[in-house]
């Protein structure tokens, strides 16, 4: 019986309310190598022409967000890898700014901890992140339901090497399980509604925003 309510609760982590559930990456207009390339991951039940994000905004990541777990998260990564590689190749000099959202987040912060050290001139943004170490606050959802999601989405780190990232949980158990769970989806759904603004976040944030509140790395 325990095991199938933390399979419930499992299944419903994580999610996006609203979002469509196609999925597919399907083309989109080359981006210019002017200003900077900015590129998003929505969450789980996102596509990549619906995922809530919104501004000036070259590309938008598709992959499998049916299910949150380990091998959904790989499949992001990659693909965000294969894009802004494919960018970078491009245009040397462009500047890449990336944001994700809960699972989207966790794509995000897998993409930079496995590739700072061979991607240069490039932040992130990360909102609502399963992955966010405490504190202030407590590890993301993604710990606790490690064993269930498995790698790379289980666990928490701050490995960012040189890029900076900003991080953003508002009283939100997905990020922070001090939060307590009872306080998703609604706080996960709602905390956030200028956050996915990419024009409100600058290209060389560090830090984090906790609670509505800056605290320092």
């Not at 064993?147 to 289980?154: D, E, I, S």
């Not at 666990?155 to 939060?179: L, M, Q």
Request: with cysteine; hydrophobic share 35%.
């Amino acid at each position: 019986m325990r095991a199938r309510r933390i399979a419930a609760a499992l299944t419903g982590l994580l999610m996006t309310a609203g979002l469509s559930v196609a999925q597919g990456s399907t083309a989109q207009a080359a981006a210019p190598c002017e200003g900077t390339y900015t590129i998003v991951v929505g969450g789980t039940g996102s596509s990549w022409n619906n995922d809530g994000f919104y501004g000036n905004i070259q590309q938008h990541v598709g992959y499998p967000t049916q299910i949150p777990n380990g091998a959904s998260a790989r499949a992001g990564v990659n693909e965000l890898n294969r894009l802004v590689r494919d960018q970078r190749a491009a245009c040397p000099g462009q500047h890449v700014k990336m944001g994700g959202y809960s699972l989207g987040a966790a794509v995000v912060h897998i993409w930079v901890t496995e590739n700072w050290q061979t991607f240069g001139n490039v932040n992130a943004v990360l909102i609502s992140d399963p992955k966010r170490q405490g504190p202030p606050g407590a590890n993301g959802g993604a710990v606790p339901f490690g064993g269930f999601v498995g790698a790379p989405l289980a666990g928490a780190d701050r490995f960012f090497g040189n890029v900076p990232v900003k991080t953003i949980c508002h009283w939100d158990y997905v990020c922070d399980e001090s939060a307590g769970i009872w306080t998703y989806p609604g706080n996960h759904v709602n905390n956030y509604p200028e956050d996915f603004n990419m024009d409100h976040h600058n290209d060389s944030a560090s830090e984090q925003w906790y609670n509505g509140a800056w605290n320092p790395w």
